[in-house]
C-alpha cells in the first residue's frame, strides 16, 4: 500500500531554512528513486529535486545550490533542505518516486505548504 505523508511546511521568511520530511511506506520506498515537487495556484506540479536510493542527488535549476535532498533508506524517509528562501518558493510541496525512473506512486499525500513571506 503506498503511503506517502509530507511535513515540515509552514511559513517562513524569505532567506530561512526549513526542513520538509516525506515518510513514505516501506514497500515502495527502499528501491525507489524519491522526489520532491512543489505546485503553486495556476501551474502544474513541477519537479524540485530527487535522489536515487544510492543517494544520488539531481536538482532543478531554479533550486540548485540552495536546497538538498537527502535519503534515511533505514527510516523510509526523505527530506528536503530548503536554504536561502525566496518568495517563488511558496507553494504545496509533495513527495512521490522520481518520475524519471517511473510513473508517480498513487496516491499522492496531502503535501506541505511552505509560504515565503516577509
Known amino acids: 500500500q503506498v503511503q506517502l505523508v509530507e511535513s515540515g511546511g509552514g511559513l517562513a521568511q524569505p532567506g530561512g531554512s526549513p526542513r520538509l520530511t516525506c515518510a513514505a511506506s516501506?514497500?515502495?520506498?527502499?528501491?525507489?528513486?524519491m522526489a520532491w515537487y512543489r505546485q503553486t495556484p495556476g501551474k502544474q506540479r513541477e519537479f524540485v529535486a530527487g535522489i536515487s536510493s544510492g543517494g544520488t542527488a539531481n536538482y532543478a535549476s531554479s533550486v540548485k545550490g540552495r536546497f538538498t535532498i537527502s535519503r534515511d533508506n533505514a527510516k523510509n524517509t526523505v527530506y528536503l533542505q530548503m536554504d536561502s528562501l525566496r518568495l517563488e518558493d511558496t507553494g504545496v510541496y509533495y513527495c512521490n518516486r522520481e518520475i524519471a525512473v517511473g510513473p508517480p506512486l498513487s496516491p499522492w499525500g496531502q503535501g506541505t505548504q511552505v509560504t515565503v513571506s516577509s
Open positions: 516501506a514497500s515502495i520506498f527502499t528501491a525507489n528513486a
